[in-house]
């Protein structure tokens, strides 16, 4: 008779994660040991050992102390520790789950892996931004540049004038009202002053602008840098929406025109510079979406923002007129690493980060799209601090009893 | 020799324009667009172009594989703040050389003079 039903080895052989029974004497058995040989435990056979002889004493303590509170309560519990043990500092998550009255199961997974992923997340929409600001600070310092040299020579050239004029009105070379006149025209002819006149004040105008853009940059790039940047405070969501915009100006703008409806909305508690990144994320998949669509050429798409109070929430929503997202698609385009686009151009774990970001101020991310008629993707972020006495968003899942 | 400058950003054209009148012996001339250059390059007989890569509708590379088709003879350079992986290895096939915003003067001269 044939079954479909996995075998139990099967199963466990499935998860990542390293799991092990502890009973109330601190006796551990290993049920799986973990893929990554990093985790503190090798593979072992089904004889029962004393916990403190695998881990480091503090976190055979610290997992002790839970696994009473879990025999106690009958609820589980979420932890993290570190251990030493396997000769070098790895932060590991442990969940404890009931099992029975008299011992418990637990799951350990390796946080570092997962840490790591973070931070390359990070560095490559930190490596996106930077070449787009590049871009966009290069071009305006390259005839800023241009222009300063141009003036330099055209100071230089304007004296060699100036000292021929009072060369010609110096009273120890008395010359004829004729030959001066012929000697100033040779002269302001040699210098080309009529260019002069004209391009000088034209290069001093198109050098502030050039300026004016590198500030307006800057200026949005600020929240990166200021110290509040990574921690929750009010923000103006608006202000963030358009600091956004500018930044990725180089993704966008030969592509789509912006069209920016953004109502008054109460200040967000949020850590603004991950919001930025997310909104950053949202302009430049919609511009990308377009360029593949064909926008740039002929006709230019156009990319909606709109802000707007909800109830307890403000909803920010990001929208573009180009050729949708399929049903199949939009199940999956919030997973890491699943793209649509070639290789190279992104490896699928903007949409994933920016889910997370969001998730982490009790906000929400969704996608809204019928193929053919563009995408919408809205951010829901909640006026209310969940925590309203001042605490913070946690950065990482800390101990904590899960809701059930 | 003729030389013919392509951004869609004329602060940088006219930068360039100001900075190269020293250069008796260029004769330098502007365009606006992929398009343009085109146009230029019809009417008038070109020894090198020099354009940015990031422009709307015809961008750098589409112009330089034009270029290399109808005008081999054309030495193309590309000067671009902007490198996208994808269109920059496509550009680089048919560029001579790779100039990088902000490129000063002396290096936008050298690399006309050599090319």
């Known amino acids: 008779m044939t079954t479909c039903a996995p075998s139990y080895e099967a199963l466990l052989a499935a998860f990542p994660e390293h799991l092990f029974r502890l009973d109330a004497q601190g006796r551990m058995v290993t049920l799986k040991p973990a893929d990554d040989a990093r985790t503190p435990e090798p593979p072992t056979t089904w004889a029962p050992r004393d916990v403190d002889a695998v881990l480091s004493a503090d976190a055979a303590a610290l997992l002790r102390h839970h696994a009473a509170e879990v025999l106690a309560t009958g609820a ?68 800023v540049a241009h222009n300063a040299e141009f003036m330099s020579t055209a100071f230089a050239e304007m004296r060699e004038l100036l000292i021929c004029y009072r060369r010609a009105l110096s009273s120890d070379q008395p010359l004829s009202w004729e030959a001066r006149n ?11 002053v009529d260019f002069l006149l004209e391009e000088v004040p034209k290069a001093v105008d198109e050098t502030l602008e050039g300026v004016r853009r590198v500030a307006v940059i800057v200026r949005a790039l600020k929240v990166f840098s200021h110290p509040t940047a990574a921690k929750v405070a009010p923000s103006d969501i608006n202000e963030c929406v358009r600091n956004a915009v500018i930044v990725s100006a180089s993704e966008h703008k030969t592509i789509a025109d912006i069209d920016m409806e953004l109502d008054d909305v109460p200040l967000i508690p949020c850590v603004v510079g991950e919001m930025m990144q997310v909104f950053l994320n949202l302009i430049v998949n919609a ?23 909800d109830g307890d929430d403000v909803v920010i929503t990001v929208s573009d007129d180009g050729p949708g997202i399929s049903h199949a698609d939009q199940q999956r385009i919030f997973e890491p690493f699943f793209t649509t686009k070639e290789v190279g151009r992104g ?19 969704s996608v809204h799209s019928s193929p053919g008629a563009g995408a919408t993707f809205t951010v829901r972020l909640p006026i209310h601090d969940a925590q309203e006495d001042g605490g913070s968003i946690p950065q990482h899942p800390t101990e904590g009893r899960i809701a059930s | 020799m003729n ?34 250059a085109l146009e230029v390059l019809a009417t008038t007989p070109i020894d090198v172009i020099v354009t940015d890569m990031r422009m709307p509708g015809m961008d750098g590379a589409d112009l330089l594989h034009a270029v290399e088709e109808r005008y081999p003879d054309v030495v193309r350079i590309v000067l671009s703040g902007y490198v996208d992986a994808d269109r920059g290895d496509q550009a680089a096939q048919v560029a001579h050389a790779w100039l990088h915003k902000p490129c000063d003067p002396e290096a936008l001269e050298q690399a006309i003079a050599t090319h």
Do not use: Y
């Not at chain 1, 251990?83 to 500092?89: L, V």
């Not at chain 1, 789950?97 to 011992?103: I, Q, R, S, T, V």
């Open chain 1, 182 to 192: 012929t000697m100033l025209a040779e002269a302001e002819s040699m210098h080309d």
């Open chain 1, 76 to 143: 589980e519990r979420v932890t993290e520790f570190e251990d030493g043990a396997t000769g070098r500092d790895v932060r590991f998550e442990a969940r404890l789950l009931p099992d029975g009255a008299d011992a418990i199961i637990v799951i350990v997974r390796d946080l570092s892996t997962t840490l790591a992923q973070d931070e390359a997340q990070k560095l490559e929409a930190l490596g996106r931004l930077s070449a787009g600001v590049a871009h966009e600070i290069n071009t305006p310092i390259q005839f």
């Open chain 2, 3 to 36: 030389i013919l400058f392509v951004d869609d950003d004329a602060n940088v054209l006219n930068g360039l324009r100001r900075i190269l009148r020293s250069r008796r012996e260029w004769r330098t001339l502007f365009a606006n667009s992929g398009p343009e």
């Open chain 1, 347 to 365: 490896t699928g774990q903007g949409l994933a980060l920016s889910r997370a970001m969001v998730d982490k101020h009790g906000g929400a991310l």
């Open chain 1, 287 to 309: 511009a990308h979406a377009l360029q593949d669509a064909g926008c740039g050429d002929e006709q230019r798409g156009t990319i909606t923002l709109r802000s707007r109070p």
